[in-house]
């Protein structure tokens, strides 16, 4: 009894180093549970900035997505000085921020895009000194606000890529039966295993249905692997690849996300505390993990990496096993970065048709405005409440869906509120901040 407490302790430790044959599967499981939302932003603002897919554009920002997301983790897991929240903190590409990406690209181009990244990541970082100080801007029904736009917003993303993608739109191809039964295939085998697997292959269902969508694809000769051959086997990021532009938009754009994304990685530190150790999380955790996020991101854009964050999915199973290690966490960040490394891996990605990442994205995207709603359960429904969510709703997807409606305003102030999702969170920031409370 004496050693099931003793072992029961050790589990709920983060500096806790178990066996290799157990913190090995352990830290695949926990990559295999985000690989997938990992490099989907990659995909999605490529194809937005006209990268066609299997091009070497493409594959080199799916290699810095992995490659990112890892070196992220190991700030978060090793830390050094004040940065890192030295818990079990999984980093990947934030979907967050894709609503401001594609505008930004499409408009103004990679450069700048970058720029507003490594901008972003430096205000991100230094919201760690404050970040302790401005949760209460953030309740339930601000951030389930946030994260629902998330959701709605990239949905249609997700049909599109599933009926062929953007590049076959005006098209007899697009909406094709090849392509719908890709993503069909995705959907029904996530949810088989999802509900009808139990352990390590449920918590990579997303991972499974598009493993399956894939072989199905090249089943049916819709596969090029001549990308995969012509990628080297081993590549060395280099810096600014794309270049550093300042554009305004992209700058305020990305340090208004970083905000949101701060807040995120606060309630994912709070949750890993709470489910995995069964306590609050200290201030110093919750400075260091932000410290983290922010320099990840800086250092991913100096790269050509995308905005990181700490991953939810990943928080939810500490939960389910229980193992509070970040050494399990820390073999994962390494697998990726080795992953990173290989140009190979990303071809392999990129050669995958947009129909089975479109089966995959409407799962995942459908699965991000559910969690927005789950947060929106915690709300107490009053009128002051019910108003802040439908000015908020309506005026920034609105404005989203009739961007026309914007066309006397500066270029950049307009590419700013038709993103859906900046103006939602200000408007519910400020009418929260500014609107009294009511007694009912």
């Known amino acids: ?58 594959v080199f920002l799916i290699q810095m997505s992995m490659l990112f997301a890892g070196v992220a983790t190991l700030f978060q897991t090793i830390g050094f000085g004040p940065v890192g929240g030295r818990l ?37 970082f230094f919201l760690g000194t404050v970040i302790a100080r401005i949760r209460h801007w953030f309740p339930p029904l601000v951030t389930g606000l946030v994260v629902l736009t998330i959701g709605l917003s ?61 072989i199905v694809a090249v089943l049916m000769g819709m596969v090029n692997f001549g990308g995969v051959a012509r990628a080297g086997w081993f590549e060395i990021p280099t810096p600014f690849k794309y270049g550093f532009e300042f554009n305004i938009a992209a700058v305020v754009g990305m340090c208004a996300m970083a905000i949101v994304s ?8 709070s949750g890993i505390t709470k489910g995995g150790a069964g306590r609050e999380a200290t201030e110093k955790e919750l400075t260091g993990a932000t410290f983290a996020d922010g320099l990840g991101t800086a250092v991913a854009g100096v790269f050509g990496g995308l905005p990181n964050t700490s991953f939810s999915q990943n928080v939810g199973l500490l939960a389910i096993t229980g193992v509070m290690s970040r050494f399990v966490v820390t073999l994962g960040a390494i697998f990726l970065i080795v992953c990173g490394l290989i140009p190979k891996v990303g071809a392999l990605v990129a050669s995958m048709p947009i129909a089975v990442l479109g089966g995959g994205v409407i799962v995942m995207f459908g699965m991000v405005a559910a969690a927005g709603l789950t947060m929106l359960g915690e709300v ?30 500066p270029v950049d102030l307009k590419n700013l509120l038709v993103t859906g999702l900046l103006p939602v969170a200000l408007i519910a920031i400020l009418m929260h901040m500014l609107l009294p409370q009511i007694d009912e």
């Open 1 to 58: 009894m004496t050693q099931d407490v003793t072992l029961a302790q050790k589990l709920r430790d983060p500096d806790f180093v178990p066996p290799l044959a157990q913190a090995i599967p352990l830290g695949i499981q926990h990559v295999l549970a985000m690989f997938v939302s990992n490099f989907t932003p990659a995909i999605i603002v490529g194809l937005a900035a006209g990268y066609g897919f299997g091009s070497p554009d493409l």
């Open 88 to 124: 079990p903190i999984m980093q990947g590409t934030s979907f967050a921020f894709i609503p401001i990406m594609i505008p930004v690209v499409k408009t103004a181009g990679m450069g700048a895009l970058f720029g507003g990244i490594v901008i972003g990541g430096i205000f991100h």
């Open 154 to 214: 990239l949905i249609p993303v997700g049909i599109d890529y599933a009926a062929g993608g953007v590049p076959l739109k005006g098209k007899p191809e697009f909406g094709g039966a090849s392509h719908w039964i890709l993503a069909l295939v995705v959907i029904v085998v996530t949810l088989v295993i999802k509900f009808f697997v139990k352990g390590f292959l449920s918590s990579a269902a997303v991972l499974m249905g598009i493993l399956a969508g894939y």
């Open 262 to 269: 701060a807040i995120e990685t606060v309630g994912d530190v």
């Open 380 to 409: 107490k429904w009053n009128q002051r409440n019910m108003l802040i969510f439908a000015v908020s709703l309506s005026l920034g997807l609105g404005l989203k869906a009739v961007p026309e409606a914007l066309q006397h305003l």
